[in-house]
């Protein structure tokens, strides 16, 4: 029985399918409609082959979620194929230019060639719920820092002093009080001082979102994740952040593996008798974020060994930046470690107890 693998690029309204056998030559290409009757559609196709179909995906996570699930309630094997992965396989392929169905081509040629190196789909409303959260308060701390901008640039041209931390209550109501007293003085002043209360309307709203968050997220974590709390500087918005764009850990290797998803591992850059490595750049910079927090957490906490180890590579010459970047590398075997552990413990339970 011949081997089928199906490419899926994945759009907002459709999804290009092209199905290939074991050698990469392809045997149809469907294109079907973002919704269930498309679902059925390409489903149909695959069982017409008479044999097990393995897919590949590119956009699991967004606009192929909703498929991706259906196929996964079908007992298909599902794996997602990163957008760099499938830009390397079109960009070598011997058919030039770009369409929906070229791409679906190259995520099935990738699937092909790499599928020991590909995330196999898994349903998980825990980790979905988690770097939805994660990724709300992100965008709000964001925005809150833009409005905090504002107000200081605001605030400098009528001469008005601000706290250093802008986002506290106490804060926020002293400098309206101090921007109110100042109207009535110069008609720029009272354009400035609207500027103010506007940034000051915007950092109050965005504060009480990013509360509820916060406390939607506390008991979530303590519940999901009480291993990942145990490690210095990972809080409950740090540990979702982790859980959340880590995925499931049960799709790497190993440790050296995460840290090549996270960005901490140094790209080897080396040539003849020169041994090298170099920055590594790419990675997933959320995951390369959290671990940056949790490594400058643990270099201000005094006598621990976060705080050891970098004194120690500070002494062996690298500068501070090198040294939290070795830092973080060892941090990310930590995690990884709990994290495991938090995967292990959750696949025991016989119901989705964290839920």
């Not at 995330?119 to 833009?146: C, G, H, I, K, N």
């Not at 440790?255 to 040539?271: L, M, N």
Request: charged content about 25%.
């Amino acid at each position: 029985m011949r081997d089928v693998f199906a490419g899926v690029d994945c759009h907002k309204t459709i999804h290009a399918v092209v199905f290939v056998d074991s050698i990469g030559s392809e045997l149809q290409a469907v294109v079907i409609a973002n919704d269930s009757a498309g679902f059925e559609t390409a489903l149909s196709a695959a069982q017409s082959f008479g044999c097990q179909v393995v897919w590949g995906l590119e956009g699991a996570g967004g606009y192929g979620r909703r498929f991706a699930d259906f196929l996964v309630g079908k007992n298909a094997t599902v794996f997602e194929v990163p957008g760099n992965v499938t830009k390397r396989h079109r960009k070598n392929a011997t058919r030039p230019g770009k369409t929906d169905t070229i791409d679906a081509k190259a995520i099935a040629e990738a699937l092909i060639r790499e599928q020991d190196r590909l995330p196999r789909y898994r349903q998980s409303e825990e980790l979905l719920a988690l770097r939805l959260r994660y990724d709300q308060r992100d965008r709000l701390v964001r925005q809150r820092t833009v409005e905090v901008n504002r107000l200081k640039a605001a605030a400098s041209m009528i001469d008005l002093k601000l706290e250093d931390d802008c986002t506290k209550s106490s804060a926020l109501g002293a400098v309206r009080a101090a921007a109110i007293a100042r109207q009535g003085q110069r008609h720029s002043v009272d354009a400035y001082v609207d500027e103010i209360l506007i940034a000051l309307e915007a950092i109050e709203r965005i504060n009480v979102h990013v509360a509820r968050i916060e406390r939607a997220l506390i008991p979530f974590v303590e519940a999901l994740a009480p291993e990942l709390l145990e490690v210095r500087g990972v809080g409950a918005v740090t540990a979702a952040g982790l859980l959340g764009h880590a995925g499931d850990v049960r799709n790497l290797r190993n440790a050296d593996a995460f840290a090549a998803k996270c960005g901490t591992a140094p790209v080897p850059c080396s040539s003849g008798k020169t041994s090298a490595v170099r920055v590594n750049t790419g990675g997933n910079r959320k995951l390369n974020r959290l671990l940056y927090t949790i490594a400058t957490t643990q270099v201000r906490t005094d006598k621990h060994a976060g705080r050891i180890y970098y004194e120690r590579k500070r002494s062996e010459g690298h500068n501070s930046r090198a040294a939290l970047r070795a830092l973080k590398r060892q941090l990310t075997k930590v995690v990884y470690r709990q994290l495991v552990k938090v995967h292990t413990r959750l696949q025991a339970l016989p119901t989705n107890h964290a839920a």
